[in-house]
């Protein structure tokens, strides 16, 4: 997605502004253009050599440079550009561009270019906050400038608050998603699971499975870069939150259901690879259960240990039933479907360890799919845990692929591409 794109990376005089040298580092390895302009001030903190190595390119930052070239080149990289990114933003190049001052060559490219602006402001807790710099932030983003908003947390001056430069994923999660903005899943609210349930049997023990959430959150990421809302309901897993998507964490296969059902009604899609536990224990323990000691000697017995299930309720089946049923559906069904606003397109995957084909079409067919992605999680390339995946994708009318091993993120790409044309 970023291959040969055209961004400029304004570089303001903060502290921060050594952390931007990754991101440049990141957009340049990803094979964007990467054009650098920095500030006066930038320049006591960073040497333009460092930008100018990892960009592979040129610095700018003299607009009144003799030759007088400057006058050119700065009108020539505002209208090239797609994309203008400013990290860190301080409170003096916010406070310029709110109110269209061009004192520098960066201020100067903002004010020329019709690229989008991305922001991303990190200063001191009460400069961020003051009055002055969120009315000018408040101006910017009226105007249609995305501001990536600060983390909190230990500043350059040691105290702890919100300033602190976000972390380069973030940054560049926020890249794809603006210029990814009018793709081909624009305007679309998709939900996507991901992750696997985790049922309590007492307060410190669960039946789980061995998803990582790498497939789901990928599909996530898939679909804010192609413009969509993407709310990624996700059980328990050590990946973080994806930037620019809305988040609901639940855990077990009953709050997965609910949070589902919540989303539903006006959802475009729905992608459920999450691993979802098909069982329950019956009850859930109060006190964590302490291992069976015989009477007389007080030794720890060999004896067998049970615990009863109970079955889950099948998300996808449910919803199957309740869009048969329109309204009645309610009354059948844990899935509460008022009305939907529009077509649900709806995918499911299929994890299996043998007769991967009979399995998958039969889940196809039972929970009235329009696509069913089926994995052979017995492989070591393929399904719990695993950067690729080896897919079989299943179609309503019967058609099959059988795609390569790809990396999650191919794999995530080519279910979207199968998605949007349902779409309509
Ligand atoms: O997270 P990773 O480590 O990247 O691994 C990815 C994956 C292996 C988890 C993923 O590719 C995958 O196969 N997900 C589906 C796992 C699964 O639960 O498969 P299933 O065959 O048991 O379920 C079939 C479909 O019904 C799935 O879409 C599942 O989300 C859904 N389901 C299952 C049970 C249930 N009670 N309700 C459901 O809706």
């Known amino acids: 997605m970023l291959l040969n794109r055209r961004i400029i990376v304004g570089i303001c005089g903060g502290i921060a502004s050594y952390k931007a040298i990754d991101l440049v580092s990141k957009l340049q390895q990803a094979g964007a253009l990467v054009d650098v302009i920095m500030t006066e001030h930038a320049e006591e903190f960073v040497r333009p050599l460092t930008f100018a190595t990892m960009s592979h390119r040129r610095v700018y930052s003299d607009l009144w440079e003799a030759s007088g070239e400057a ?8 209208e090239e550009a797609e994309l203008l990114v400013i990290v860190p933003a301080t409170a003096n190049t916010i406070a310029k561009l709110a109110h269209g001052m061009t004192d520098n ?12 602006l991305l922001l991303a402001p990190a200063m001191y807790t009460n400069m961020y906050t003051h009055p002055a710099t969120q009315a000018n932030l408040a101006t910017l983003r009226e ?25 380069t994923a973030t940054l560049l999660g926020a890249i794809h998603q603006v210029l990814g903005r009018h793709g081909d899943l624009a305007g679309r609210r998709v ?5 696997g349930t985790q049922e309590p049997i007492d307060p410190v023990r669960y039946v789980g499975n061995r998803s990582s959430g790498k497939m ?17 309901v996700s059980g328990p897993v050590a990946l973080p939150p994806p930037f620019g998507v809305e988040m609901h964490l639940v855990e077990t296969a009953m709050q997965m259901r609910d949070a589902v059902s919540d989303f539903i009604t006006d959802a475009d899609a729905l992608i459920m690879s999450a691993a979802v536990a098909d069982f329950r224990p019956t009850r859930v323990a109060e006190q964590k259960i302490k291992k069976l000691r015989t009477e007389a000697t007080g030794q720890h017995r ?6 009863d ?4 309720p099948d ?20 899935i509460s479907i008022p009305q939907l606003k529009r077509r649900l397109i709806r995918v499911g995957f299929a994890a299996e360890t043998e007769h991967l084909v009979e399995h998958a079409q039969a889940k196809l067919q039972r929970k009235q799919l329009d696509l069913l992605v089926a994995n052979d999680v017995s492989r070591t390339d393929s399904g719990f845990g695993t950067d690729t995946n080896k897919v079989l994708i299943f179609h309503a009318d019967g058609a099959m692929e059988d795609l390569p091993v790809m990396p999650k993120t191919g794999v995530a790409a080519a279910i979207w591409d199968r998605v949007v044309p349902l779409l309509g």
């Open 71 to 78: 006058a050119e080149t700065h009108i020539k990289l505002a």
């Open 105 to 116: 060559m960066l201020t100067a490219v903002a004010l020329a270019t019709r690229a989008p």
């Open 143 to 167: 105007r249609g400038a995305f501001v990536v908003e600060p983390e909190v947390g230990r500043l350059a001056s040691g105290a702890i608050g919100v300033g602190r430069f976000p972390e």
């Open 191 to 195: 939900i996507v699971t991901a992750g």
């Open 216 to 232: 789901g959150y990928n599909l996530a990421v898939e679909a804010r870069d192609r413009g969509a809302h993407v709310i990624l």
């Open 302 to 307: 060999e004896d067998e240990f049970s615990i």
């Open 309 to 312: 299930l109970v079955a889950n």
């Open 315 to 334: 998300i996808l089946g449910e919803l199957a039933l309740a869009l048969k049923g329109g309204h009645a559906g309610e009354q059948h069904t844990g």
